[in-house]
């Protein structure tokens, strides 16, 4: 008698039950037929996170495949469906399906592989996955952070293309579900949809495709608090120079300097955190504009003190002293400040600079009117 080889792999019941070793599973069903249509179906569990620096998403989501293959057809007395785990899904033809513009994704495998088969005895097989995926989403940052972010994920056959393979949604809209507490930190979650198209490869041909779109309308209260409100408080803080007696050069210098630092350091704030595109923001449009409020304001005091510094040349040269005031020797540089200093002393009501006085005065109107209306005309055109 011949020994038999204990070292040869005997098939399992199950692959038994549905003749396994019959067929070969390297080809899809029908092969050299019609195209095997593929159903789909997809439960959003949750979007874990938005990144605008990547211009990515990544979401976490189960999705399912419903196809049928007569080679696994069996019989069953009472019709019902057995169910596997991932260890069979090796042994058998199963769709190629990946995600487009995918940069990362895996499969869950907590406490075991999040997979499972369920095939039916007229051969209908229902795969299912629970997939955790991060994928490109091409954002548009002109109106940011007063924008609305369309994303899309996109499924597609990797290997078989529409003369092969029919992928389409398996319940039509009612294909994509989502979790009900599916929620974000900055962003309003507004619509999931379902839609399909084609996609083509000059060296491949057409390929049916599957796309997840939903929208995602940003949270503006955090950037009002951290951008919007600060810049709009630098730029008031900045008109309180003009209410700041025209002699006192250190405090309006001061001030000036202080919230023209600040506004840089707004500014350098909000950029570190975004993506270095090369077109305008909607953010940048406030805040350059908001700086340039506070530089103009440092302008007009230079301009002020400059027009305060020779009506005051004026004034003395008309009484007669300012011959005292610019002398050239040493020895009469400390009564010829003495005397500058009495003349002023004595003078201060005569001395009352017209320049100095109407371009501060017409600056108190001014800057405020032309703030409110740019900020009337901001909010009226982004939001």
Same mark, same amino acid.
């Given at each position: 008698? %011949?020994?038999?080889?204990? +070292?040869?792999?005997?098939? #399992?019941?199950? =692959?038994?039950?549905?003749?396994? *070793? !019959?067929?070969?599973?390297?080809?899809?069903?029908?092969?050299?037929?019609?195209?095997?249509?593929?159903?789909?179906?997809?439960?959003?569990?949750?979007?874990?996170?938005?990144?605008?620096?990547d211009?990515?998403?990544?979401?976490?989501?189960?999705?399912?495949?419903?196809?049928?293959?007569?080679?696994?057809?069996?019989?069953?007395?009472?019709?019902?469906?057995?169910?596997?785990?991932?260890?069979?899904?090796?042994?058998?033809?199963?769709?190629?399906?990946?995600?487009?513009?995918?940069?990362?994704?895996?499969?869950?495998?907590?406490?075991?592989?999040?997979?499972?088969?369920?095939?039916?005895?007229?051969?209908?097989?229902?795969?299912?996955?629970?997939?955790?995926?991060?994928?490109?989403?091409?954002?548009?940052?002109? %109106?940011?952070p007063?924008? +609305?972010?369309?994303?899309? #994920?996109?499924? =597609?056959?990797?290997?078989?293309? *529409? !003369?092969?393979?029919?992928?389409?949604?398996?319940?039509?809209?009612?294909?994509?579900?989502?979790d009900?507490?599916?929620?974000?930190?900055?962003?309003?979650?507004?619509?999931?949809?379902?839609?399909?198209?084609?996609?083509?490869?000059?060296?491949?041909?057409?390929?049916?495709?599957?796309?997840?779109?939903?929208?995602?309308?940003?949270?503006?209260?955090?950037?009002v608090?951290?951008?919007?409100?600060?810049?709009?408080?630098?730029?008031?803080?900045?008109?309180?120079?003009?209410?700041?007696?025209?002699?006192?050069?250190?405090?309006?210098?001061?001030?000036?300097?202080?919230?023209?630092?600040?506004?840089?350091?707004?500014?350098?704030?909000?950029?570190?955190?975004?993506?270095?595109?090369?077109?305008?923001?909607?953010?940048?449009?406030?805040?350059?504009i908001?700086f340039?409020?506070?530089?103009?304001?440092?302008?007009?005091?230079?301009?002020?003190?400059y027009?305060?510094?020779?009506?005051?040349?004026?004034?003395?040269?008309?009484?007669?002293?300012?011959?005292?005031?610019?002398?050239?020797?040493?020895?009469?540089?400390?009564?010829?400040?003495?005397?500058?200093?009495?003349?002023?002393?004595?003078?201060?009501?005569?001395?009352i600079?017209?320049?100095?006085?109407?371009?501060?005065?017409?600056?108190?109107?001014?800057?405020?009117?032309?703030?409110?209306?740019?900020?009337?005309?901001?909010?009226?055109?982004?939001?």
């Amino acid at each position: 008698m %011949r020994k038999l080889d204990s +070292t040869k792999v005997r098939p #399992l019941k199950s =692959e038994q039950l549905l003749r396994i *070793e !019959d067929h070969d599973f390297a080809l899809r069903p029908g092969f050299g037929g019609s195209p095997i249509p593929v159903g789909i179906d997809v439960q959003v569990e949750s979007i874990d996170s938005i990144s605008e620096v990547d211009m990515d998403f990544t979401m976490t989501l189960y999705l399912r495949h419903y196809w049928k293959d007569e080679r696994l057809s069996f019989r069953s007395t009472k019709n019902k469906s057995m169910t596997f785990d991932g260890r069979l899904i090796k042994k058998i033809w199963v769709p190629d399906v990946f995600f487009v513009h995918s940069k990362r994704s895996f499969i869950h495998d907590t406490t075991v592989e999040n997979v499972m088969l369920r095939v039916y005895p007229d051969g209908n097989v229902l795969f299912s996955l629970r997939i955790t995926v991060s994928a490109m989403c091409f954002m548009d940052f002109s %109106r940011f952070p007063l924008d +609305t972010q369309n994303c899309s #994920l996109e499924l =597609e056959s990797y290997a078989y293309n *529409e !003369d092969d393979l029919m992928l389409y949604w398996k319940h039509g809209n009612q294909s994509l579900s989502t979790d009900e507490h599916i929620s974000l930190s900055q962003f309003f979650i507004e619509e999931f949809s379902a839609s399909s198209g084609l996609a083509f490869y000059s060296s491949t041909g057409w390929y049916n495709r599957l796309f997840i779109n939903f929208a995602l309308r940003r949270h503006i209260f955090f950037f009002v608090l951290q951008s919007y409100f600060p810049a709009m408080l630098m730029v008031m803080l900045s008109w309180v120079s003009f209410w700041i007696d025209r002699r006192a050069v250190p405090a309006r210098v001061s001030l000036g300097i202080t919230t023209v630092l600040t506004m840089s350091t707004i500014i350098t704030g909000v950029s570190a955190s975004m993506p270095q595109v090369s077109y305008i923001k909607a953010v940048d449009v406030y805040l350059w504009i908001s700086f340039l409020f506070v530089f103009l304001s440092v302008i007009e005091y230079a301009a002020v003190n400059y027009l305060t510094t020779i009506e005051e040349r004026k004034q003395l040269k008309k009484r007669g002293k300012a011959s005292g005031m610019y002398t050239t020797s040493v020895s009469n540089v400390g009564p010829a400040r003495i005397k500058r200093k009495r003349s002023l002393k004595g003078n201060v009501g005569r001395i009352i600079l017209q320049n100095n006085h109407v371009i501060d005065t017409y600056s108190r109107i001014i800057f405020p009117s032309v703030y409110i209306v740019f900020n009337f005309f901001y909010w009226g055109l982004y939001i």
